[in-house]
């Protein structure tokens, strides 16, 4: 089981980018998978979460509104949608998946796991 995430760079406050999450040996129609991230010091926090259908979302007050989790089961790979980004959403980001049906907000809850990718917001 391998999830590959991708997508970082640097952008300026108030742009966007798009973080994508591709599975092999594991098919993300049957998991929960959610996004952490990880700022330089800090500990790794919840951004959000998409349930196993595909619709259900919950997201952490920080990016409430302004990022959003979708899925494209047809190439087996999930998106983080980031909009209208500051520099607190400086991190490394990662990508995790669980067989449980439950919209969990701890990094322990989570099997699955991405390698990570770089999201810097500065101008």
């Known amino acids: 089981v391998q999830l590959q995430a991708s997508g970082g760079g640097l952008v300026q406050p108030g742009g966007s980018l798009r973080l994508s999450c591709a599975a092999t040996?594991?098919?993300?129609?049957?998991?929960?998978v959610a996004w952490f991230r990880q700022a330089s010091g800090k500990e790794r926090e919840f951004v959000g979460v998409?349930?196993?259908?595909?619709?259900?979302?919950v997201y952490a007050d920080a990016v409430k509104g302004r990022f959003t989790i979708s899925r494209d089961d047809a190439k087996n790979t999930v998106y983080l949608q980031m909009n209208s980004l500051k520099p607190g959403d400086t991190a490394v980001y990662f990508c995790?998946?669980?067989?449980?049906?439950?919209?969990?907000?701890?990094?322990?809850?989570?099997?699955?796991w991405g390698q990570g990718t770089q999201v810097t917001v500065s101008s």
């Open positions: 040996g594991l098919t993300f129609s049957s998991k929960t």
């Open positions: 998409l349930s196993q259908n595909g619709i259900t979302t």
């Open positions: 995790a998946a669980t067989y449980r049906n439950s919209a969990m907000r701890t990094p322990s809850g989570y099997e699955n």
